[in-house]
Structures are given as structure tokens and as C-alpha cells.
């Protein structure tokens, strides 16, 4: 060779090396620059990523769930084979056999990035897992350099299934849904674990572009990336052709459940507030709690039913009040385009949605709803007592209740119906524990999120009765003891008219008896048992029996002058049925962390309110209500039960609780401001059929007739329930009463 060739060789074999030790210096100076600044790679070491707190109903279903990022950790193996393959084969072909980094596709990519003067994404499943657990998403070269030290770090420290397992439990399928685990359930209503070869590939096609592949988005996108995903699997020898041929001609299904709301909404909000205020709100939406309450899922279906329906009932006494509105005139072209968002969901029948008129005749209403075409015949708003071009027209959007569905030939048949302006609260409680068992607090909680079986403080009517009647019993009274039903008045103060009680239909009856007096719901009598006990002695046995509302010692607090909560009140009336003992009401059963460890345990909490021959004398007295008194529609039922109604004053609040020897349930029917809810419109007309309702519901789950249990020292005597006085079995007027043992009357015949 030329001695200038041999030179020429030297020199560029000096710039070579001078220009090598240059770039190594740079990187390693790079290197050393951003190293310091690392986040500290240990950390992984103990995993433990924002979870899912989930709240079990008693039978263990899921109610409703707590996230800030809906995710479920789960293992490798729950994790299907085919998800994994799919996963691998979309994000990241060579994560089996590479350090990292895909060489080949970083050097494509610096290509690009240098000229086109941007950066590119060519990130393995390690960096991107560096990327969203450590980092941000800004796309610079400092980010970029800090992303590859990761990297390595992580390839350095963990296996390549731990490194796979991590990305599966972290990265985004949309909505909110973080980890395979949550997205499988949200987008199929299934595990990781029973994801097919179709499912896998098109949730794996999500995760590059979540935003805009999701099917709930765009399913023509997710359907062309679920076909890449496929693509991608059979080349990497996943899969084989006939098997990706296969999945490409199935039509997507998903189960768009994000809208779905709880069965009980009140209940589960009781229970976060629980939850928030024991144990802070990032422990609460961030650490995974598993809580399991006390909800019985099949009575809160019931429960939400019969104050809907009770609702709806009310309101259409009351009369028609018009259509929502006129879309021609509101919002729509023609009412061949007006689309309403609830008519996305599924229509089955019993549903309640808004529909828009097309036609009205004398006799009938046609409607649209959605895609299908339905009609209301005469029946179906009969209850407006009018005609039907007397209050709608073409376009007014009315709420109908749906009667049936023909989904072949797209048609329905329907009620009218309306939004009830009233609202109602429902509360049942297992007796002998204290569990509360359902619980609604208004007609919607999307329409108002005041819970009316806690919150709402409302005047009791005669539903404070039977607490009066049982301080009389425990005080020596029987249920024949006479009162006197006769005019009355007391001294109300300094500069005050006298206090001056009267019974509902205005009528004195004279002498009583205690029963009838409760059985009839007697105003008069009630105000002078008050007088004879003492309103102090009165309000102490409330304070007993669990009332921790204020209770004024006044005469009026004999007719529910006093407020209190629907919990409240039911929650002592619980106290008849279970001997005497009062259960404090309470949700949440247990509640575990994250790895399983117990950290609360609740059990009842009970103490003796009155003793156990009282308490089974005032069962007595309110089965008597049931039997013959304001209570009497509840018959129907045919089993043991014992209730009160209340009503108070210009029918603002209606009242009914009663119970059987296993459940006691409270309702509630009013406004929230007081208002009437209409001429009549008494505890045993707008509380009680809902009551009943929830009760059918209950009781057809049962197997077995329960009855009350008696104490020993109760005798039955039979009497004449007009006077008291003791009689034969089969004269006019008998029934069999209960005494406790020595208070009895003597036998005289």
C-alpha cells in the first residue's frame, strides 16, 4: 500500500478514536448526569398501584366500586394466554429476546427523529412501563434519555414475565380502566383469565390509542386494530392463519355498563362516608379496601320498586301536569330526528323513559321511542280524566311506562305517566342484629342526593303513639285500661290560648280503651295518657328506646309534634319485635385492605330498651292496628304483622312502620319543603300500600312463617274490646288480650 494511503489510514483511524472517545464521554457524561435524578428502581420491588375499593352487598356481589384509576392487580396466571400472546405480538414482537430495547426499531426511529426534526414513539413494553410509572409523557430528549436508564434498570432487576405482569396491571384500555383485569370486566363483564382469542386481540389493539380505539368510541377502528393485533399474532406464529380468518368475520360484543348505576345509591353513599371519614379519602380511592355490607340485593330491588311505584301512584292523583316539553318547539327539526340519550340503553318492559307523541286521538296516543313505535290506548290515561287531544299534541315528550316490547316488528305498548314531584324514603332492619337490610332515600338519586331516611328530620304524627303506650304499659297500664275521649284543654302559657286536642274526624267517643284508643289512632286519648304519665317520664323512655333527636317535654310530642328521622323511628320500633332490646342500625360488616387483612369488624351493638313482657304487649297492641285499625289494608299480606301509620297536620308527611318477628321497615312519603301531598293523602293512602309492596316482595322469599316470640309470664284473657271488660269467647265484641301476668283483670262471671 502507498505510503499516503498508510497515513491517510492512521489519521482517520486517529479522528475514529478521537471522535468514539468523544461520544463515549458524552454519553457517559449524559449518563452520569441523569443517573442521580432517577427514581429508584426498588421501589417495584413492592408494587402496589392505585386499586379499586369494591363494595360487596351481604350475598357478596359487587354494588359499586371506588377509583381514582379502576384498576385490579391480579397475577400472571389470571392473565389468559392468548391476552398475553396479543399483547406482545400489538406493543412489543422481540420483548422475549431483547434488553430493553429494540435496536432496530430505535435506530428507525432516531432516523425519523432527526429528520423530521420531532420525536417518535418506538417504546418496548419495558419503557413503556418506565414511562408510566415513572415518568411523564412530554416528548423530549432529556425524558427520552431518562426513559432508556430505566429500561435497563428494570431488564436488569426483573424477569421478563415480572415485567409483563406489571404492564398488564398498569397501562390504559380507556374509560378510566387501568390492568387488564379492570378492562376485561368493563368491556366484557368477564376476568382477564376468560378473555377468547377475539376479546384478547381487540383489547389489545386498545392500548396504543385508548382515546379513540375504544369500541365504545369508535368500533370501526377497534374492529381495524383488533385485525392488525391479529395480523401481528399470526406472524409471530401465535395463531395461524385459519384461526386469525376466523375472529376477523366475528362481529365485536361488548357490555357497555359505565352508565349503570348502584342498585343503592343512598346506601352505598352512607357507606363511603364511612369509609372517607375512618380512613381518608386516598385510602378510601386509592388503596383497595374490599368492604362488605350488610345490603340484601334482591330487598333493595324491591325496595326501590315499591317507592317508585308508590310514588307514581301519588302523583297521578293528583292529575296530569303537563308534557316535559315540545321538542318542534324546543330542540328538534322534526320528530323524525329528535333523538333523547336514554333511549340508547336496551327498552324492556317495566322501564319508564321519555317518549315523544307523533299523533293524538280521542282514544289513543301514538308515540316514538328511539327505533320503535308504540302506542297508549284509553287505559293508559284514563287516570288524566281527560281526552287526549285535551293535554298533548305532536311533538310534546312525555314519560310512558312501558307494558311490552315486540323487537321484530319495532313496536310497544304503554302507560302515561310523569316524574312524582313528592319523594319518599324506605328503611328495613334485621331485628334481631341491627343490619340494615335496604335503603332508599328519595325517588333519585341523580334528581337529589339528600338522603331522607338519615338526613331528613320530619314531624312523627301519630307515629310517636305507640312510644307513649309503651311507657304506659312498662308503667302499670293494660291494653284495657279506659281513657276518656271527651273535649279537653290545657294551659299553654303565660298569653297563650289553652292547648285544645282534637281526633281526626273531629268525634269524642268517650270512654276507650287503651287498644282502641291506638288501634283508632285517637288524638284526645293519646294527650291525656301524655298529661297522666308526664311528658318528662314520656321523653325518657324515647331517650331509651334509641331517640337522639331533641324531644321537648310537651303534650303535643303525644301527636308527633316532635321531629325525627325514618331510621330513627324505625330503628325503636325494632325494638317490639326482638324483646325489648334495642340494635343500633349499622351498614358495613368488615372491612380488608389490599392483601386481605381484616381492619374492621363490626358486630351488633345491642342493650335492653324495655323489658321483654312490654315490648311483646305493644306487639299485641300494633298487631291489633293490622287487624282492625288505620292499618288494616296490610292484611292482605296473611302473616304476623304489627304496624302504626302517622299523618300530620294538612297531610305533609305520610308515615307507616311496621315489622314481622324477623324485619322491621320503615317508609316515608312527603316533600322536602312542607307542602301537602293532597286532600287525604294519610299515612295508611300514600306510606302504607308501598309498605305493603316491599313486604309481598319479602315475604314470597320465605320459606317458613315466623312468629312472635312470648315471654312466660304473658297470659290471654278474653274481653270485650269495646269496654275491657272480661267475657266470653263467642259474645259480640270478644278478642283474646294480653296481660302481663298479675295485671289482668279479676274474673267476675
Not at 412530554?138 to 434519555?145: G, M, N, S, V
Not at 386494530?225 to 361488548?254: C, F, K, Q, S, W
Request: glycine residues 8%.
Amino acid at each position: 500500500m502507498p505510503r499516503y494511503l498508510l497515513r491517510i489510514n492512521r489519521r482517520v483511524s486517529l479522528i475514529a478514536m478521537f471522535v468514539g472517545i468523544a461520544i463515549l464521554g458524552t454519553v457517559s457524561g449524559v449518563l452520569f448526569a441523569f443517573a442521580g435524578d432517577l427514581p429508584q428502581i426498588t421501589a417495584l420491588d413492592d408494587y402496589a398501584p392505585s386499586v379499586i375499593t369494591r363494595v360487596h352487598a351481604a350475598n357478596g356481589e359487587v354494588v359499586t366500586e371506588f377509583a381514582t384509576q379502576r384498576r385490579v392487580v391480579i397475577a400472571y396466571e389470571d392473565i389468559a394466554p392468548r391476552l398475553r400472546e396479543a399483547i406482545v405480538a400489538a406493543e412489543d414482537g422481540s420483548f422475549n429476546s431483547h434488553f430493553g430495547i429494540s435496536i432496530p426499531r430505535l435506530a428507525i426511529t432516531i432516523v425519523r427523529d432527526i429528520l423530521n426534526q420531532r420525536l417518535y414513539g418506538a417504546s418496548t413494553i419495558t419503557q413503556q412501563l418506565a414511562r408510566n410509572l415513572f415518568l411523564n409523557l412530554d416528548k423530549t430528549w432529556e425524558r427520552k434519555i431518562k426513559e432508556l436508564l430505566l429500561t435497563f434498570q428494570i431488564e436488569k432487576r426483573y424477569t421478563k414475565r415480572e415485567i409483563l405482569t406489571m404492564y398488564c396491571n398498569q397501562i390504559l384500555f380507556g374509560h378510566g380502566a387501568f390492568g387488564v383485569e379492570a378492562a376485561s370486566r368493563m368491556y366484557f363483564d368477564k376476568s382477564a383469565g376468560e378473555l377468547d382469542l377475539a376479546e384478547a386481540s381487540l383489547l389489545a389493539g386498545i392500548i396504543q390509542l385508548p382515546a379513540r380505539q375504544s369500541p365504545f368510541v369508535n368500533l370501526e377502528l377497534a374492529s381495524a386494530r383488533r385485525n392488525y393485533v391479529l395480523g401481528r399474532m399470526e406472524n409471530d406464529g401465535y395463531i395461524t392463519a385459519e384461526e386469525a380468518a376466523i375472529v376477523r368475520r366475528t362481529p365485536i360484543e361488548v357490555f357497555d355498563r359505565r352508565g349503570e348505576a348502584s342498585i343503592a345509591p343512598y346506601f352505598v353513599e352512607e357507606v363511603r362516608q364511612h369509609l372517607e371519614s375512618n380512613y381518608g379519602a386516598k385510602q378510601l380511592y386509592e388503596g383497595g379496601l374490599s368492604v362488605h355490607t350488610t345490603l340484601d340485593v334482591g330487598l333493595q330491588h324491591a325496595a326501590n320498586e315499591a317507592v317508585r311505584a308508590g310514588l307514581h301512584r301519588l302523583d297521578k292523583r293528583r292529575g296530569f301536569r303537563g308534557p316535559i316539553e315540545n321538542v318542534l318547539e324546543t330542540t328538534a327539526e322534526s320528530i323524525e330526528v329528535y333523538e333523547n340519550p336514554k333511549w340508547r340503553r336496551p327498552t324492556t318492559s317495566g322501564d319508564r323513559v321519555p317518549a315523544v307523541v307523533t299523533s293524538v286521538s280521542e282514544n289513543q296516543i301514538d308515540f316514538r321511542l328511539g327505533r320503535y313505535s308504540g302506542t297508549i290506548d284509553q287505559d293508559g290515561f284514563r287516570w288524566t280524566r281527560k281526552s287526549a287531544p285535551q293535554f298533548l299534541k305532536p311533538g310534546d315528550l312525555v314519560l310512558v311506562e312501558v307494558s311490552s316490547v315486540n323487537n321484530d316488528a319495532l313496536t310497544l305498548s304503554a302507560t302515561l305517566d310523569q316524574e312524582p314531584v313528592a319523594e319518599a324514603a324506605l328503611v328495613a332492619i334485621e331485628n334481631r342484629t341491627g343490619r340494615i337490610l335496604a335503603m332508599v332515600g328519595g325517588y333519585d338519586f341523580e334528581r337529589s342526593k339528600f338522603n331522607r331516611a338519615v338526613q331528613a328530620q320530619r314531624q312523627l304524627g301519630s307515629l310517636f303513639k305507640p312510644l307513649l303506650y309503651a311507657t304506659a304499659i312498662d308503667r302499670g297500664y293494660t291494653p284495657t285500661s279506659i281513657i276518656v275521649d271527651e273535649p279537653i284543654s290545657f294551659p299553654a302559657g303565660p298569653d297563650q290560648p289553652e292547648y285544645e286536642p282534637r281526633n281526626y274526624d273531629l268525634k269524642f267517643e268517650g270512654p276507650v280503651t287503651l287498644r282502641h284508643a291506638l288501634e283508632d289512632s285517637r288524638n284526645v286519648p293519646a294527650v291525656q295518657m301524655m298529661a297522666e304519665l308526664g311528658p318528662e317520664q314520656v321523653v325518657e323512655y324515647a331517650k331509651r328506646m334509641g331517640f337522639a333527636s331533641n324531644l321537648p317535654p310537651f303534650l303535643s310530642v303525644a301527636l308527633g309534634a316532635a321531629e325525627s328521622t325514618l331510621l330513627e323511628i324505625t330503628t325503636a320500633y325494632a325494638i317490639f319485635p326482638n324483646q325489648g332490646v334495642r340494635l343500633e342500625p349499622f351498614q358495613v360488616l368488615r372491612v380488608m385492605d389490599r392483601d386481605g387483612n381484616i381492619i374492621e369488624d363490626n358486630r351488633p351493638s345491642a342493650y335492653e330498651a324495655l323489658p321483654a313482657d312490654t315490648s311483646f304487649i305493644m306487639t299485641s297492641l300494633l298487631r291489633g292496628v293490622v287487624e282492625r285499625g288505620t292499618g288494616q289494608q296490610a292484611k292482605v299480606l296473611d302473616w304476623p304483622l304489627a304496624g302504626k301509620t302517622g299523618t300530620v297536620d294538612e297531610y305533609t308527611d305520610a308515615w307507616f312502620v311496621g315489622y314481622d318477628p324477623d324485619v322491621t321497615v320503615g317508609v316515608w312519603v312527603g316533600h322536602d319543603q312542607k307542602m301537602t301531598l293532597g286532600p287525604g293523602e294519610e299515612g295508611a293512602r300514600a306510606a302504607l300500600p308501598i309498605w305493603i309492596d316491599f313486604m309481598r316482595a319479602y315475604i314470597d322469599d320465605r320459606t317458613d312463617r315466623p312468629e312472635f316470640l312470648q315471654p312466660v309470664n304473658i297470659v290471654h284473657l278474653s274481653v270485650n274490646r269495646l269496654t275491657g271488660d272480661i267475657t266470653e269467647p263467642s259474645a259480640p265484641n270478644a278478642i283474646r288480650e294480653t296481660f302481663i301476668a298479675g295485671t289482668e283483670p279479676n274474673i267476675t262471671f
